[in-house]
């Protein structure tokens, strides 16, 4: 429930994006085609914390398909400019950046 509240819902839950400087990230989702789990929050976390690095893993919200691989899709986008998709397969570092 907390997961699908995120995904209406910004980090003051008014709607909208949440934030790492210019990084906004739009959408963050962890699983497979018709189990997932919403990794918005955790990715925003990780991404604040590690400088831009996520790891794609069960700890960002949870296993929504059991033994099963997964994959973690991000959309996010850099201040103004268009949104950018990202995917790392379970076990993976993603990085995102604004970077030129």
């Known amino acids: 429930a907390a997961g699908q509240r995120d ?11 949440m934030s790492w400087g210019r990084l906004h990230i739009e959408e963050a989702e962890y699983g ?3 189990a997932s789990c919403n990794a918005r929050r955790s990715v925003r976390d990780q991404v604040e914390r590690n400088r831009g ?10 296993d929504p ?3 099963q691989k997964k994959t973690l ?3 996010y986008r850099c201040g103004d400019s268009a ?5 790392a397969r379970q076990g993976e570092r993603l990085r995102l950046s604004c970077g030129r």
């Open 7 to 17: 995904a209406r819902n910004g980090p003051d839950g008014a709607g909208g994006s």
């Open 53 to 62: 690095f996520v790891t794609a893993n069960d700890q960002l919200c949870g």
């Open 32 to 34: 497979v085609r018709d």
């Open 65 to 67: 398909a059991p033994n």
């Open 83 to 87: 949104s950018a998709r990202r995917y």
């Open 73 to 75: 899709r991000v959309v």
